[in-house]
C-alpha cells in the first residue's frame, strides 16, 4: 500500500491493524527522519559546555537527562496528551489555534459569518461534558477584551515563525553533522576544510529537489529511517554488553541530581544540548493528518523510542570507557561507532539526515501556507506535488530564501555545537507555544477541570522553562539566529495582517447599498453586455467601493453579475457540497448575484475550468429552487445571511442540475437556442454550447426557464473577472509608525507578492482591474 493509499484512509475510525501497521511503517519516514538523526549530534553539543572534564557520573547525568527528555516530552507529552488535540484529524500550533477560535470567539478573520458555524466539520468531534463555570468564564473574558485575543494571535505567529526558523536551522543541524563522519576518515587539520563545501553540496541538491515533490522519493524514506534506527540500536546493544553493561544504572533520576551538583552552571548551560534530543518531536503533531493518532503512536513506542534510547545508552557507555580523549572533539556519535562500519553508518546518516531535513521543509511549507490561507503572509505561489496528498505541497519563493539562509547558517557557524544552540531555541520555543495553547484546549475544547490544566502547563511548562533559559542563556553562541529570523517573520506577518485588517476595514466602511446601485440606472444609462461578470471581494454582505468606483466611470455591467467572495475559514477542509452560499442582490430579474466560496487552511483550490462549472452550476441550482425575493433587504441583517443558500455541485449532487455539452432530451434542456458553433470566424475553434440538464423530476416555471437560460447564454458568452487594483496609502493625521507600516511595509509586500488573481487561477486575458486609492 503506497502513501497515497493510506493518506486517504488516515481518517477512517475503524481503521484494520493491516492499515495501521502500514501507516506506521509509513510514518517512519515521514513524521520520524528528524528525531532520528539527534544522536549524531546531542552528546558533541552537551559535553561543549562543561569544559573537557568528561567522567562517569557526567556522562551518566546526561544519560538521565537524556532519557527522562525522550519520556517526558515526545512521550508522555505528545504521544499521551497533545495527538489527542487534533483539528479533524489535522495538527500543528495553526490547529489548536484553530480549535480556540471555534470554540471561543477569537478568530483573527474579519469576514466571519454565522453561517460558517453550521459547517460539518466547524465544530471538533471532541465529545466532552458541559463547560465548567470556570471554562465559561475564562471563555466571557477571551471574547470581551480585544487585547487577549491579539496575545493569543500573537502566541500562534511566535509558534509559527519558530518552526519556519527551525526549517532553516534543522537541514543545516542534520547535514552537517552526518558529514562531520569523514572526521575520522582525514587528518584534523583538513576535514573541516571538506565537510562544509559537502554540506552545502548536499543541501543545494536538497532543496533543488523539492520542486519534483515528496511523492516521486517518498518510497525510500521508511526504508531509510527504519534502516538508520535498526542500525543505531544494534550499535547501541554492540556499546553496552562491550563496554559498560550497568549503564542502565543511569536512569535513575538521582544521576541528574549529582550531574547538577557537580558541574553547577556549567551543567545548567549544557541542559541546550541535551534539548536537541527531543528535536522533531513537534513533526509527531503536526503530520498527524497524513496519519492517524493509533499509527504514529504505534511507530514511537515500539520502534523510535526504543532505538534511540538504546543508541543513547551505547553512546554513554562507549564514553565512560575512554577518558581519554585528548579533548572534547571526537565528543559524538561516529566515535562510539565500529571502526569497519563507520562508511556504511556514514552513507545511513547522510540519508537520514536529507530525509529528515525533507520533513521540515514540507512542514515549512505547510505552516506558511496555512498563514496565509489564514491572512497572515503574503500570497505566495503553492504547487502541489502531489493530485492525491494535499499536504505535498512546493513554494518556490520560501524554498529558495530557505536555501540561501540554510546554506548562510552552514557557511558561517561550521560548527555543531553552534546549529545547536540555535536550533534548540527554536524547537522549546515552539513546545512552550504548544503546551500555552494546549491548556486552553484543555479548558475551553475538552471542558475538563481548570486544575488539569494548571497541572499541564506547570509540569511541563516547568520543564520546557528549564531548557529555555539554558538555550536563551547562549544568545551570543547561536541563538540568536532562531530570534533574528523569528523577528523578520513576524514583521512580515503582522504588517501584512495589519494590513489586510485595515483594508477590509475600509471596503466595509465604504460599501454602497443596492439601492445606490439601482438607482444609478436611469440617470447614468448602465448598460449590460453579454457575460457574467465576477467582481471578487472580501465583503460578504454589501457592494464593495471600488465595484462603485468602476461603474461610477464606466456605466455598464454584464447581463449576469456575481459578487465573488473566496474566503477561508479556521477548519482544515470545507466539505464540497458546503463550498458554495449562493443569494440574490434586489430584485431576480435584475439577475444580480452574491457567492461566497469557502476553503479551509489546507484545502486545495481548483483549477479555473472545474471552478467556474461548478460556480455556474451552484448558482442555477438557487435558480431552481424558487427562492423568493430578498427586494432590497438590509443585507447586514443576520436574517439575510442566515437565508443565504448552501449549494451543491454536479459532482457532489447527482440530483441537480450539471452541464451537458452534448444534449439530451429536449424538455430536460436549458440552454440556448441558437448553435454558436456557425458563429465563430474562420480559422477560429468555436465555443461549445452550453446548456444545462435539469433532473426529469424537477419541473420549473416560465420565469425560473427564462432566468437559466439567460445565466447559459451568459456563461457561453464568457466570464470576467472585475479585480481591484488598491493603491494601499495612511490616511493624514495618521502617526509615523502607521505611516511606516502602511505605506513602507505593507505596500511593498503587496507590490511583491502574488496578485489576487493567482488564488483563483485566472487566466490574464479574463480580467479587468481596476485602480482605487485606499485611504486607511
Excluded at 48 to 58: F, K, L, V, Y
Amino acid at each position: 500500500m503506497d502513501l497515497e493509499t493510506g493518506f486517504h484512509q488516515n481518517r477512517v475510525k475503524k481503521e484494520s491493524w493491516r492499515t495501521i501497521l502500514t501507516l506506521a511503517y509509513q510514518s517512519l519516514g515521514v513524521v520520524y527522519g528528524d528525531l532520528s538523526t539527534s544522536p549524531l549530534y546531542v552528546y558533541k553539543s552537551t559535553f561543549a559546555d562543561i569544559e573537557h572534564s568528561e567522567t562517569n557520573e557526567e556522562i551518566f547525568g546526561v544519560l538521565s537527562f537524556v532519557f527522562w527528555t525522550l519520556t517526558l516530552v515526545p512521550l508522555l507529552k505528545y504521544v499521551f496528551i497533545v495527538l489527542k488535540a487534533d483539528d479533524n484529524g489535522e495538527g500543528g500550533t495553526f490547529a489548536l489555534y484553530s480549535l480556540l477560535c471555534r470554540f471561543a470567539k477569537v478568530n483573527s478573520l474579519p469576514n466571519c459569518q454565522l453561517a460558517d458555524e453550521n459547517l460539518s466539520t466547524y465544530k471538533s468531534d471532541i465529545i466532552s461534558p458541559a463547560p465548567s463555570a470556570f471554562g465559561s468564564r475564562l471563555k466571557s473574558t477571551l471574547e470581551k477584551y480585544r487585547v487577549l485575543q491579539r496575545f493569543l494571535f500573537v502566541l500562534a505567529l511566535i509558534g509559527a515563525c519558530m518552526v519556519i526558523g527551525d526549517g532553516v536551522l534543522t537541514p543545516a543541524l542534520s547535514v552537517f553533522s552526518a558529514v562531520s563522519g569523514v572526521e575520522l576518515a582525514m587528518s584534523r587539520e583538513h576535514h573541516k576544510y571538506v565537510e562544509v563545501p559537502v554540506a552545502c553540496l548536499i543541501l543545494i541538491a536538497l532543496f533543488a529537489l523539492q520542486h519534483y515533490g515528496t511523492h516521486r522519493v517518498g518510497f525510500l524514506f521508511a526504508p531509510v529511517v527504519l534502516t538508520w534506527l535498526l542500525c543505531i540500536a544494534a550499535i547501541g546493544l554492540y556499546n553496552i554488553f562491550h563496554w559498560n553493561p550497568h549503564v542502565y544504572r543511569a536512569l535513575s533520576p538521582y544521576y541528574m541530581y549529582k550531574f547538577l551538583k557537580k558541574t553547577q552552571r556549567g551543567g545548567w548551560m549544557s541542559l541546550g544540548g541535551i534539548l536537541l534530543c527531543v528535536t522533531g518531536s513537534e513533526a509527531m503533531f503536526a503530520d498527524l493528518g497524513h496519519f492517524s493518532q493509533l499509527s504514529i503512536k504505534i511507530a514511537f513506542t515500539s520502534i523510535v523510542y526504543p532505538s534511540l534510547i538504546l543508541a543513547y545508552m551505547g553512546q554513554a557507555a562507549y564514553l565512560s570507557q575512554h577518558h581519554d580523549i585528548e579533548n572534547n572533539y571526537h565528543i559524538g556519535f561516529y566515535v562510539s561507532v565500529p571502526e569497519k562500519l563507520r562508511w556504511p553508518v556514514l552513507v545511513i546518516a547522510i540519508l537520514a539526515a536529507v530525509v529528515g531535513s525533507q520533513a521540515i521543509i514540507t512542514g515549512t511549507f505547510s505552516i506558511i501556507k496555512q498563514c496565509s490561507a489564514l491572512g497572515c503572509f503574503p500570497r505566495v505561489k503553492v504547487v502541489h506535488t502531489s493530485s492525491k496528498i494535499h499536504g505535498q505541497i512546493y513554494i518556490p519563493e520560501i524554498n529558495w530564501i530557505l536555501m540561501i539562509l540554510c546554506l548562510a547558517v552552514t557557511i558561517g557557524f561550521r560548527d555543531t555545537n553552534r546549529m545547536g544552540n540555535a536550533s534548540g531555541l527554536a524547537v522549546i520555543t515552539v513546545m512552550l507555544v504548544t503546551t500555552c495553547l494546549m491548556s486552553l484546549v484543555i479548558i475551553l475544547c475538552w471542558h475538563r477541570n481548570v486544575l488539569l490544566a494548571v497541572f499541564f502547563v506547570f509540569f511541563f511548562g516547568t520543564i520546557e522553562a528549564l531548557y529555555f533559559s539554558a538555550s536563551l542563556i547562549k544568545f551570543l553562541e547561536g541563538a540568536w539566529v532562531p530570534i533574528a529570523l523569528s523577528v523578520i517573520f513576524m514583521i512580515v506577518m503582522c504588517v501584512w495582517h495589519y494590513g489586510t485588517l485595515k483594508k477590509y476595514e475600509f471596503d466595509l466602511e465604504n460599501k454602497v447599498s443596492i439601492d445606490w446601485l439601482l438607482g444609478l440606472g436611469p440617470s447614468l444609462g448602465i448598460v449590460r453586455v453579454r457575460g457574467i461578470g465576477l467582481v471578487n471581494t472580501e465583503l460578504v454582505s454589501g457592494i464593495p467601493a471600488i465595484f462603485s468606483h468602476f461603474v461610477t466611470n464606466l456605466p455598464a455591467f454584464h447581463q449576469v453579475l456575481v459578487f465573488l467572495c473566496v474566503k477561508s475559514v479556521p477548519i482544515p477542509h470545507v466539505k464540497q457540497e458546503e463550498r458554495f452560499l449562493v443569494e440574490h442582490i434586489g430584485p431576480r430579474e435584475y439577475r444580480i448575484y452574491r457567492c461566497i466560496v469557502r476553503y479551509g487552511y489546507r484545502d486545495v483550490h481548483e483549477d479555473d475550468v472545474q471552478f467556474e462549472d461548478d460556480l455556474v452550476c451552484s448558482i442555477a441550482e438557487y435558480i431552481r429552487t424558487g427562492r423568493a425575493d430578498l427586494n432590497n433587504e438590509d443585507e447586514d441583517s443576520t436574517k439575510q445571511h442566515e437565508e443565504m443558500m448552501v449549494l451543491r455541485t454536479p459532482s457532489t449532487h447527482l440530483g441537480g442540475i450539471r452541464p451537458c455539452d452534448d444534449g439530451g432530451p429536449s424538455q430536460d434542456i436549458v440552454g440556448t437556442s441558437e448553435p454558436t458553433e456557425t458563429q465563430s470566424p474562420p480559422g477560429i475553434k468555436p465555443r461549445k454550447r452550453v446548456r444545462f440538464v435539469v433532473p426529469e423530476s424537477q419541473k420549473v416555471d416560465s420565469s425560473t426557464h427564462e432566468e437559466l437560460q439567460e445565466l447559459m447564454q451568459a456563461r457561453e458568452a464568457g466570464i470576467a473577472y472585475i479585480l481591484g487594483h488598491s493603491y494601499v496609502r495612511a490616511k493624514q493625521g495618521s502617526s509615523l509608525l502607521k505611516k511606516i507600516v502602511i505605506n513602507l511595509g505593507y505596500d511593498f509586500l503587496r507590490r511583491n507578492c502574488r496578485a489576487p488573481t493567482y488564488g483563483l487561477n485566472v487566466p490574464h486575458a479574463s480580467t479587468l482591474e481596476v485602480g482605487m486609492v485606499y485611504n486607511i
